[in-house]
């Protein structure tokens, strides 16, 4: 029977913003700091929320970063600074499982 595949401690991490330009910005500044080994972003999408007591809907684009446990903090940090949102969607997910070599790079990309 083969070994279970060793775990890397790899998060994603998804975010939304409300224009397109601004998600790009957010992915390329966190992978030009290291904090994100890359970001995907979808868009539009459309989101649904109460907020300050009123139901809204906007369109919306997400961004998905995959960064390791231990860059989580940072990143976390960043986008709550760079984001315009008061309170901006942060929400990181663990892979439990991947592509070995991918999940590799990964780490290797976020290292400080």
């Known amino acids: 029977m083969d070994a ?10 998804l975010t939304t913003t409300d224009a397109e330009h601004k998600a790009r910005d ?4 966190a992978v030009q700091a290291r904090l994100a080994a890359c970001a995907q972003i979808t868009g539009p999408v459309t989101s649904v929320y109460r ?10 684009w997400q961004l998905l970063l995959k960064t390791t446990t231990a860059r ?7 986008l709550a600074d760079a984001h315009d949102y008061d309170t901006p969607e942060i929400i990181a997910t663990p892979v439990a499982r991947g592509n070995a070599a991918y999940l590799e790079w990964v780490e290797r990309e976020t290292a400080e």
């Open 4 to 13: 279970e595949p060793k775990a890397l401690a790899v998060l994603t991490v």
């Open 26 to 29: 957010l992915a390329r500044g």
């Open 51 to 60: 907020w300050e007591g009123e139901i809204e809907t906007a369109q919306e």
């Open 72 to 78: 989580y903090a940072a990143l976390e940090a960043w």
